[in-house]
């Protein structure tokens, strides 16, 4: 099978180019595209990319496989229609191959405060928290950081700095609906100016292509219900 | 080639679950610590636990650290440092109320509480029936803890050095331990970290078998570096297998679908472990189901896929609801790499590597551990080891789940307060000349300047293989004899590997050289020990020597980077309860 593959390696060359490599693929393979990808760097060292855990829990491995950004571990070959184009995760500055730069997606993540903060004193022993209380952050804690989804937001391209983007946004769902968290009122007011959150053209991008099957884009939507909860 | 010094009183090589435990608490404590990671933190393979972290909270039904204790004692096959394990059991409670407090994200009873669940090996009362003791969140426990960590450390500004890989220790004219030479995957920058105090907490190196649950990055890069610097190994035999690895791809289905009602088939539909663990049945230790399984494979009872053989985990009776509230994690996994849909069908497992026992010595503090000529423990001055890649030794030969996790955060804590103690006390930086700096570079010399020589990938294949075949669930002297040669002649095949790409920029075959070094030494001291150790216990069962014998094996086996070994007592000594004696291991 033909793998069609972004090359770009700064120090030797002047501009990226792709490049086409066969991989021996059996017909009822359940190969993953990162199982490819690993074959074909036996094969050619230079090949650059991140992986780590191969089983959709890192985060590592985010990339562009025939248009869409999706982690290589968890897709399958045999979903894919031949030949498979990969390239970098969109509009990120690309350090090498199909290694990008996430220094802006984690300040980005910073900016939210993705920690729990509570002043009120700690007890002897847990916290509680009812498991419907719980329920309330299923789905928002279970993000890997991949970018996939800011990576894919047209409203990130467009204000990369000023707008959180989706992953950022979500984590900062995720603090405030945690009944643990006493920060509510200062985490919305700190996202109230008119970048921050209300850059979301709900284009919903982001939950089309998260591999973990989240939902931004709700979770954005929810933010601004509380602001207007807040504000009235 | 130009070497850039920075200075920090504390370096903490590795950011996962035990790295950033103790980085949390050196930070808080206003130390100028760095953690240098070869991953973005949360890319480390802590994300990847599944099942829970065990603790005596007894938020489901009575429980005692004591009980704790005596399942961990007895799961280690009396291997266990009972000072470590009765520190560990005793501070486990008081561990997971701080990580709650921090924002785990735990699961949670109907009354508020963290949730636990049943999992191997765990009881009540000193084995009288299952324990509810693991804490969990979900079957994603990891990733919780591991974001949870990292989120608390990005409050508390932890200077982090992301994508720097490790590459040796470095030691002065003394021996004292002065840091280590990294370099920076993205540039290429080489840099010596001088530090007071060098903390270990680098993983595991399931990556020297063939078939492993662990992630890519599990190369035992601290081991490489310590046995590199004249530090031995400890118990590096014992290796777990775990029982429900998917086949093939070797991605892990958690011991908390047995722990939830779930339970293993042979290919006639018999539940056979009732055979092999009359009361514990499915969930007795890891190392009893694993043989259990390899059992029914050799008497025909295994199915058989593409030449690998399996049995099947069924759960479907545990109804959708459980399945989607406890277990979506198994869910998602078994449908993308099993292809099937547990709620409907068994999902196929067969044993698969997946922790490593040993590890580098040390105390209930964390500090490193050595031996002397005349067979005294001695302490190695500013240098600590934490986590998978530590033998304090808490799981002995073998490890009971969710106890590994529980290890991190108090073994990361215990260091931390240790080192943050020796810091405040004065403890002198000592320098390094540039000769000293230089010694450590050898090995990254030696990649960038050989020209001609054989592709490493290959080595590392037939390494796997061997590791794979001779050196795994049963062993034999026969198998081990040409096994350790095997592997003699690969590791100085490698001597003479080369690697061609010699850029800078984000040179990850570079990477994956230095990683199969440290790869082939841990792989060298393993098939050396596993040789050594003359008897069954725990996970390393001898079929030529079916039987513990604890006359002349209680002992803890030291192996040099030269094969050279050494032996250490157990501890028996635990301060506030008496020790458990070794009796028959039954479950
Ligand atoms: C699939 C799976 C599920 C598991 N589930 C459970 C469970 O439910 N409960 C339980 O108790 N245990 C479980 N375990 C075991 C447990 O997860 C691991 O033992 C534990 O997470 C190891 O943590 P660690 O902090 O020691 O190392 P890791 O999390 O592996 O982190 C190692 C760190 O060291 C860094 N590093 C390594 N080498 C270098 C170098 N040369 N230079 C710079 N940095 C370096 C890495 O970047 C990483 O940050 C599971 C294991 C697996 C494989
Ligand atoms: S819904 Fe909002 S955050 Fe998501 S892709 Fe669209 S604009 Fe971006
Ligand atoms: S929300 Fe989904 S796509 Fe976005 S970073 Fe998290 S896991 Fe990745
Ligand atoms: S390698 Fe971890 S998400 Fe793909």
């Known amino acids: 099978m033909r793998f069609s593959i972004y090359r770009y390696n700064p120090e030797a060359d002047k501009k990226p180019y792709m490049k086409d490599y066969e991989v021996d693929i059996p017909s009822d393979s359940d190969m993953m595209v990162l199982e490819a990808l690993l074959k074909i760097k036996e094969k050619d060292e230079t090949l650059a990319f991140r992986a780590s855990c191969r089983e959709g829990v890192c985060g590592s491995d985010g990339m562009n496989i025939n248009g869409l950004n999706r982690l290589a571990c968890t897709t399958a070959i045999s979903s894919l229609k031949p030949p498979i184009v990969i390239r970098p995760l969109v509009n990120m500055p690309v350090i090498r191959d199909l290694v990008v730069d996430f220094t802006l997606f984690f300040k980005q993540y910073e900016r939210v405060q993705p920690y729990l903060q509570n002043n009120d004193e700690t007890p002897q022993t847990e916290r509680l928290q009812s498991p419907q209380e719980r329920a309330k952050i299923d789905g928002l804690i279970d993000c890997i950081l991949c970018a996939c989804c800011t990576s894919f937001c047209p409203s990130s391209w467009w204000n990369p700095e000023k707008f959180i983007g989706p992953a950022g946004l979500l984590w900062a769902y995720r603090f405030i609906q945690d009944s643990r968290d006493t920060a509510t009122d200062e985490r919305l007011a700190n996202l109230e100016d008119p970048f921050s959150v209300f850059r979301c053209r709900t284009i919903m991008n982001c939950t089309v292509v998260c591999p973990k099957n989240l939902n931004p884009s709700a979770a954005i939507a929810g933010i601004r219900r509380k602001m207007a909860e807040k504000g009235s | ?587």
């Open chain 2, 1 to 587: 080639m130009k070497i850039n010094t920075y200075t920090f009183d504390i370096i903490v090589i590795g950011a996962g679950g035990a790295g950033m435990t103790t980085s949390l608490y050196l930070a808080n404590s206003g130390l100028n610590v760095a953690v240098l990671s070869k991953v973005y933190p949360m890319r480390s393979h802590t994300v990847s636990a599944q099942g829970g972290i065990a603790a005596a909270l007894g938020n489901m039904h009575e429980d005692d650290w004591r009980w704790h204790m005596y399942d961990t004692v007895k799961g280690s096959d009396y291997l266990g440092d009972q000072d470590s394990i009765e520190y560990m059991c005793q501070n486990a409670p008081e561990m997971m109320y701080e990580i709650e407090h921090i924002g785990m994200p735990f699961s949670r009873t109907e009354n508020g509480k963290i949730w636990q669940r049943a999992f191997g090996g765990q009881t009540i009362n000193y084995g009288q029936g299952y324990a509810h003791r693991t804490c969990a969140a979900a079957d994603r426990t990891g990733h919780a803890l591991l974001h949870t960590l990292y989120q608390n450390n990005v409050k508390a500004k932890t200077h982090f050095f992301n994508e720097w890989f490790s590459i040796d220790l470095v030691r002065n004219a003394k021996k004292n331990i002065t840091g280590v030479v990294a370099i920076h995957i993205a540039t290429g920058e080489i840099a010596f970290f001088n530090a007071k105090i060098t903390i270990f907490a680098t993983g595991g190196a399931g990556r020297i078998y063939e078939s492993t649950t662990n992630a890519l990055i599990n190369t035992g890069d601290g081991l490489g570096m310590a046995l590199r610097a004249g530090i031995p190994v400890q118990d590096i035999e014992m290796w777990q297998f775990h029982p429900t690895g998917i086949p093939g791809i070797g991605i892990l289905i958690t011991e908390g679908v047995r722990g939830e009602g779930g339970y293993l088939v042979n290919k006639n539909g018999e539940r056979f472990m009732e055979r092999y663990a009359p009361h514990a049945k499915d969930l007795a230790s890891r190392d009893v189901v694993s043989r259990a399984i390899a059992k029914e494979f050799r008497a025909g009872n295994g199915f058989k896929k593409d030449g690998i053989d399996y049995v099947k985990l069924k759960l479907d009776h545990l109804g959708e609801e459980v399945i989607n509230s406890h277990l979506p994690g198994i869910r998602e996994l078994a449908k993308t790499f099993a292809h099937v849909d547990p709620i409907k069908d068994p999902i196929p497992v067969t044993p698969t590597c997946h922790y490593m026992m040993g590890g580098i010595p040390t105390n209930k503090h964390g500090q490193v551990i050595t031996i002397s000529e005349r067979e005294e423990d001695q302490i190695v001055e500013g240098f600590y080891a934490i986590g998978e890649c530590a033998s304090v030794s808490v799981h002995g030969a073998n490890r009971l789940g969710s106890n590994s996790l529980l290890d991190l955060l108090v073994f990361g804590r215990s260091a931390g307060m240790h080192a943050a103690d020796a810091i405040k006390h004065d403890l002198p930086l000592h320098h390094s000349s540039e000769e000293e700096i230089k010694a450590a570079l050898i090995r990254l010399e030696r990649w960038n300047t050989t020209d001609k020589g054989e592709d490493y990938n290959e080595i590392r294949h037939a390494m796997q293989k061997t590791m794979q075949e001779d050196f795994g669930v049963f062993r034999t002297e026969k198998y081990m004899v040409e096994g350790v040669k095997k592997i003699e002649e690969l590791r100085s095949r490698l001597e003479h590997a080369a690697l061609t790409d010699r850029s800078q920029i984000f040179n990850t075959a570079r990477i994956q050289a230095l990683e199969l070094d440290n790869l082939m030494e841990v792989a060298y001291v393993t098939s050396i020990a596993c040789l050594a150790r003359q008897e069954s216990r725990g996970a390393h069962s001898r079929e030529d020597y079916p039987d513990r014998d604890d006359k002349n094996w209680l002992k803890h086996l030291l192996c040099f980077a030269n094969g050279k070994i050494k032996y250490r007592a157990v501890n028996m000594k635990p301060t506030t309860v008496k020790p458990f004696e070794p009796t028959k291991r039954v479950y």
